[in-house]
């Protein structure tokens, strides 16, 4: 059996593997599982590593070719497509898609008309509010960008079989649900160590 830890690409070990940054199963437990089972979870875990790298030098491309911050990016492709499902952006829908404030979608907005990438444009229907439009030029360029990526990606997944979609789909699920188990570890520390552990 291979009792060596796992190696990135470069020959050192991973810091994602539990034999590297927890020998002594403090936190991870593997009970059950050999050393290629070990082996099997940390390529896993490397994948998703490298998968979050590609990730932000893709999004940081994407910001670099359009001189647009993130925000600014995420902004334009809701606008984007609430357009094509025939919905109208207004201010107060990009702000709670982004969780920002009021005063900071504002601000954004100024920027991005100023640069010329959005119309404010009277609402239809409501007079308090407003219609936002990106410019055909910046639709061009997010869509050579930004499209191009997500059609790359979306061919990734539609090589799967429809099995092996609802594995990686119920797998990356249960990922994102550790986020709510991690705040609710950090929440109950936090009231122990107030309670003085009582």
Not at 18 to 33: K, S, T, W, Y
Not at 79 to 96: H, S
Not at 116 to 131: C, E, F, K, N, Q
């Amino acid at each position: 059996m291979n009792q060596e830890p796992a190696t990135r690409d470069t020959g050192e070990p991973s810091m994602v593997d539990p034999r590297v940054m927890d020998p002594e199963q403090e936190i991870v437990r593997r009970a059950g599982l050999d050393d290629s089972d070990v082996d099997e979870v940390v390529r896993v875990l490397e994948g998703l590593r490298r998968w979050r790298e590609t990730e932000r030098r893709m999004s940081e491309a994407s910001s670099r070719y359009m001189k647009l911050g993130e925000t600014d990016m995420r902004a334009l492709r809701f606008i984007i497509a609430m357009r094509n499902n025939r919905v109208i952006a207004t201010p107060g829908a990009v702000a709670a898609h982004l969780g920002i404030s009021s005063a900071s979608t504002t601000k954004m907005l100024d920027r991005l008309a100023a640069g010329g990438h959005v119309r404010r444009l009277p609402h239809p229907t409501d007079r308090r509010s407003l219609a936002l439009e990106v410019t055909e030029e910046t639709r061009r360029s997010a869509r050579e960008t930004v499209g191009r990526t997500h059609a790359r990606r979306f061919d990734v997944a539609a090589r799967l079989s429809s099995r092996e979609r609802a594995i990686v789909a119920g797998f990356l699920e249960d990922l994102a649900a550790t986020e709510h188990a991690e705040a609710e570890h950090v929440e109950t520390e936090h009231v122990e160590t107030e309670s003085g552990g009582e």
